[in-house]
C-alpha cells in the first residue's frame, strides 16, 4: 500500500508515524509536513528527526505554513509543548533526509506516478492536499483513498475539542479542509467520535517502553506532557492516540463502524471548523449539501482490537 504521510508533529503524530514505519503492508512515499501542533519550521524539523529516530527512508518535504482561511492561531503548547513533541530533548538534525520542493507539488507528482495507488493519510490541517487540489484538480480521481484525522459529528456527545463546535484539525483550516469534502475522491473521516476510544493509559504506555525500546520509550517521555494536559483539562487518564487511529483505518476498516454523506463544513463565525454530515439515507431537495460526493465518517471502532494492534507492531 503506497502511503504518503501529511502530519505536524505533535505527539501523537509520533505515535502514528512509528506505527507506519513498521507495517510491512505499507510502502511509505514521503513524509508531508504542516503548519499546526508547531510553527511550519518546527514541525519540519519534528518530522526529519522522528524520520531520523525510527530509520525511515522516506523523503521530509516542508508544506504550509500558512493556512488558506488566512487566520492565525495560537500553538497548542498546553498539549503538545513548545517543541511539538512534549519538550523532551531534540538533538541537532541533519536535513538529509529533507526534499526540496513543496509539499502540494510532490502530493500531485506522486499521485500522478500512482494513478489510484496512492493513499493519503492525514493528520494535520488540510492546507497541503487543499494546494495541491487547487493547482491540479484532477488529482481527485487518481488518489486510492485519502483517510484524515479530523472533525467532530457529535457521537458520544464528542462534537469539538478546540473549541465546542470543532475539532482543531479542520478548525486550523476550514477553508481547506472544507474544499477537500467537496472533492470527488473517497475521504474516510477518523475524528474525535472514535479517536477519543483510543486511551493509551500510563500503563499501556510503561508496556510499550518495555516491549518496544528506545522508540517506544520516546513516546512514553514525550506524552508525560500530553498526559498532563488530558488530566488536567480533560479530567481524563491517559492520552488519546488521535492520529494513530487513521493508520488503523488503512489497514483494517472492518473495525470501524461508518455512515455515508456528504460533509459541509463552516468556515467563519463561532462555531467555525464544524463539520457536519448529510446522511446519505436522507433525501433532501437542493442544499449545499446536495451536490457534493458521498464521504465516509467514523462512528465507532473497536477500541481493544486496535490498541492490541498498535502494541504487536511496535514490537515487531
Ligand atoms: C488533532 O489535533 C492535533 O493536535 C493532533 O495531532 C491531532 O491530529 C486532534 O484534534
Ligand atoms: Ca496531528
Request: charged letters at 20%.
Given at each position: 500500500?503506497?502511503?504518503?504521510?501529511?502530519?505536524?508533529?505533535?505527539?501523537?503524530?509520533?505515535?502514528?508515524?512509528?506505527?507506519?514505519?513498521?507495517?510491512?503492508?505499507?510502502?511509505?512515499?514521503?513524509?508531508?509536513?504542516?503548519?499546526?501542533?508547531?510553527?511550519?519550521?518546527?514541525?519540519?524539523?519534528?518530522?526529519?528527526?522522528?524520520?531520523?529516530?525510527?530509520?525511515?527512508?522516506?523523503?521530509?518535504?516542508?508544506?504550509?505554513?500558512?493556512?488558506?482561511?488566512?487566520?492565525?492561531?495560537?500553538?497548542?503548547?498546553?498539549?503538545?509543548?513548545?517543541?511539538?513533541?512534549?519538550?523532551?530533548?531534540?538533538?541537532?538534525?541533519?536535513?538529509?533526509?529533507?526534499?526540496?520542493?513543496?509539499?502540494?507539488?510532490?502530493?500531485?507528482?506522486?499521485?500522478?506516478?500512482?494513478?489510484?495507488?496512492?493513499?493519503?493519510?492525514?493528520?494535520?490541517?488540510?492546507?497541503?492536499?487543499?494546494?495541491?487540489?487547487?493547482?491540479?484538480?484532477?488529482?481527485?480521481?487518481?488518489?486510492?483513498?485519502?483517510?484524515?484525522?479530523?472533525?467532530?459529528?457529535?457521537?458520544?456527545?464528542?462534537?469539538?475539542?478546540?473549541?465546542?463546535?470543532?475539532?482543531?484539525?479542520?478548525?486550523?483550516?476550514?477553508v481547506a479542509a472544507d474544499e477537500i469534502f467537496a472533492a470527488s475522491w473517497k475521504v474516510v473521516v477518523v475524528g474525535l467520535d472514535v479517536t477519543?476510544?483510543?486511551?493509551?493509559?500510563?500503563?499501556?504506555?510503561?508496556?510499550?517502553?518495555?516491549?518496544?525500546?528506545?522508540?517506544?520509550?520516546?513516546?512514553?517521555?514525550?506524552?508525560?506532557?500530553?498526559?498532563?494536559?488530558?488530566?488536567?483539562?480533560?479530567?481524563?487518564?491517559?492520552?488519546?492516540?488521535?492520529?494513530?487511529?487513521?493508520?488503523?483505518?488503512?489497514?483494517?476498516?472492518?473495525?470501524?463502524?461508518?455512515?455515508?454523506?456528504?460533509?459541509?463544513?463552516?468556515?467563519?463565525?463561532?462555531?467555525?471548523?464544524?463539520?457536519?454530515?448529510?446522511?446519505?439515507?436522507?433525501?433532501?431537495?437542493?442544499?449545499p449539501w446536495a451536490d457534493r460526493p458521498a464521504q465516509l465518517v467514523c462512528i465507532a471502532v473497536e477500541a481493544e482490537k486496535v490498541l492490541q494492534?498498535?502494541?504487536?507492531?511496535?514490537?515487531?
Amino acid at each position: 500500500m503506497k502511503v504518503i504521510f501529511d502530519t505536524d508533529p505533535g505527539i501523537d503524530d509520533a505515535m502514528a508515524l512509528l506505527y507506519l514505519s513498521k507495517l510491512a503492508e505499507v510502502e511509505l512515499l514521503g513524509i508531508t509536513t504542516v503548519v499546526g501542533n508547531a510553527d511550519i519550521a518546527t514541525t519540519t524539523r519534528n518530522a526529519l528527526f522522528l524520520r531520523q529516530q525510527f530509520d525511515i527512508s522516506a523523503p521530509v518535504i516542508r508544506g504550509a505554513g500558512e493556512t488558506l482561511d488566512g487566520v492565525s492561531k495560537p500553538e497548542p503548547v498546553i498539549v503538545h509543548g513548545v517543541n511539538g513533541l512534549g519538550d523532551i530533548k531534540i538533538p541537532a538534525v541533519s536535513e538529509d533526509g529533507l526534499q526540496a520542493g513543496t509539499a502540494s507539488q510532490f502530493i500531485i507528482d506522486t499521485i500522478r506516478a500512482h494513478p489510484g495507488e496512492v493513499t493519503i493519510i492525514a493528520v494535520g490541517r488540510m492546507t497541503n492536499l487543499a494546494l495541491a487540489l487547487r493547482q491540479d484538480p484532477a488529482i481527485a480521481g487518481m488518489a486510492k483513498q485519502v483517510i484524515i484525522m479530523g472533525g467532530a459529528f457529535g457521537y458520544q456527545g464528542r462534537s469539538g475539542n478546540i473549541s465546542p463546535a470543532a475539532e482543531a484539525n479542520i478548525h486550523g483550516d476550514p477553508v481547506a479542509a472544507d474544499e477537500i469534502f467537496a472533492a470527488s475522491w473517497k475521504v474516510v473521516v477518523v475524528g474525535l467520535d472514535v479517536t477519543h476510544d483510543i486511551i493509551l493509559t500510563s500503563d499501556y504506555l510503561a508496556t510499550l517502553s518495555a516491549e518496544v525500546g528506545a522508540n517506544g520509550e520516546l513516546l512514553a517521555q514525550m506524552s508525560d506532557h500530553y498526559a498532563k494536559f488530558y488530566m488536567n483539562v480533560m479530567g481524563l487518564a491517559g492520552v488519546v492516540g488521535h492520529d494513530l487511529l487513521a493508520v488503523t483505518y488503512l489497514l483494517h476498516p472492518e473495525w470501524f463502524e461508518t455512515r455515508e454523506g456528504p460533509v459541509v463544513v463552516l468556515t467563519e463565525g463561532i462555531a467555525a471548523g464544524q463539520t457536519i454530515q448529510m446522511p446519505s439515507t436522507r433525501k433532501n431537495g437542493p442544499s449545499p449539501w446536495a451536490d457534493r460526493p458521498a464521504q465516509l465518517v467514523c462512528i465507532a471502532v473497536e477500541a481493544e482490537k486496535v490498541l492490541q494492534h498498535y502494541r504487536a507492531t511496535l514490537s515487531r
